[in-house]
Each structure stands twice: as structure tokens, then as C-alpha cells.
């Protein structure tokens, strides 16, 4: 009894269920191959700093960056998901094997995948410099302006 109120306690059967019963009505957590020293971090709290990532990160090995993206809205605040990229493929297995499996932050269950090699910094940058010089190449359409000659 605690202030009052009966606690029923039961040990964790998680582990010895089957796949069916464990993924029943969650997120499946894709089991993919291992291509990269980078994982990608899902469900982040919002409330979480770069800076405890990177402390739960880092007892698995020397982290050679962490990027929790921003809101476009500029109001600071990260969008949720992160990376976390190592500096061997060994160190980055080791967090994998420890923390995909239930991994708890403020109450928010971290879901982890290994991210795609494509996701790295040189790749963003060629991507939105694609996205960019073709939209600027393209002509502006004046379809939205109104047929009145008298608003202007």
C-alpha cells in the first residue's frame, strides 16, 4: 500500500512473447541491415536538448555528430527526430543492439532505425540545390491576379 492505494506489480513477459503479440497494435520497428554509422531517432520528446541525446548516446561510443532538425515555423524547437551518427559502424551496432528494444525518454518510447546513407549533409545540400534551380529556371505564373484593372 502506498498513501493508501493497492499496487499490483508484474514482472515483464515482453521479451518471451512472439513477434505477433509484441508489435500488436504498435509502430513496427523495421529490421534492417546495418549500411552506415548513423542511426535515425524517432518519437523524441520535445522537451529533450541535443545534449541528452547525445549523453545517452555516447555510453555506447565516440559520437562524431548529433542533429535534432528544427521546425520551419523558427520557433526553435526541434521537429521530433533526430540523427545520430558515430564515428565507427562497430560503436553505432553496439547503441542498436542496447536501445531499439524499449528505450524510454520523458515517457516517449525511442525508435530507432538505421538511416539511409543518402540522408548525409552533401546529399541535403545537392537535393535543395536541385529543388531550388529548377524552380527558379521555371516561369512565374500570373494566374493568380485578379482581371480587374481597377485593384492595381
Same mark, same amino acid.
Given at each position: 500500500?502506498?498513501?493508501?492505494?493497492?499496487?499490483?506489480?508484474?514482472?515483464?513477459? =515482453? !521479451?518471451?512473447?512472439?513477434?505477433?503479440?509484441?508489435l500488436?497494435?504498435?509502430?513496427?520497428?523495421?529490421? +534492417?541491415?546495418?549500411? +552506415?554509422s548513423?542511426?535515425?531517432?524517432?518519437?523524441?520528446p520535445?522537451?529533450?536538448?541535443?545534449h541528452?541525446?547525445?549523453?545517452?548516446?555516447? !555510453?555506447?561510443?565516440?559520437?562524431?555528430?548529433?542533429?535534432?532538425?528544427?521546425?520551419?515555423?523558427?520557433?526553435?524547437?526541434?521537429?521530433?527526430?533526430?540523427?545520430?551518427?558515430?564515428?565507427? =559502424?562497430?560503436? !553505432?551496432?553496439?547503441?542498436?543492439? !542496447?536501445?531499439?528494444?524499449?528505450?524510454?525518454? #520523458?515517457?516517449?518510447?525511442?525508435?530507432?532505425?538505421?538511416?539511409?546513407?543518402?540522408?548525409?549533409?552533401?546529399?541535403? =545540400?545537392?537535393? +535543395?540545390?536541385?529543388? #531550388?534551380?529548377?524552380?527558379?529556371?521555371?516561369?512565374?505564373?500570373?494566374?493568380?491576379?485578379p482581371?480587374?484593372?481597377?485593384?492595381?
Open positions: 500500500m502506498v498513501d493508501e492505494h493497492q499496487l499490483e506489480l508484474k514482472i515483464s513477459e =515482453r !521479451a518471451s512473447r512472439t513477434d505477433s503479440n509484441l500488436h497494435g504498435r509502430h513496427i520497428q523495421k529490421a +534492417t541491415k546495418q549500411k +552506415t548513423k542511426i535515425l531517432v524517432r518519437n523524441i520535445f522537451q529533450t536538448k541535443k541528452e541525446v547525445q549523453e545517452l548516446f555516447s !555510453a555506447f561510443g565516440e559520437i562524431k555528430m548529433v542533429r535534432l532538425p528544427k521546425k520551419m515555423s523558427g520557433s526553435g524547437m526541434h521537429r521530433g527526430f533526430g540523427f545520430v551518427d558515430f564515428l565507427t =559502424r562497430r560503436d !553505432a551496432k553496439k547503441a542498436m543492439e !542496447a536501445l531499439c528494444h524499449s528505450t524510454h525518454l #520523458y515517457g516517449r518510447r525511442l525508435v530507432l532505425e538505421w538511416a539511409k546513407d543518402e540522408d548525409g549533409l552533401d546529399a541535403l =545540400r545537392r537535393k +535543395t540545390a536541385e529543388n #531550388y534551380h529548377a524552380w527558379s529556371v521555371s516561369e512565374p505564373s500570373w494566374d493568380f491576379l482581371n480587374d484593372p481597377f485593384l492595381f
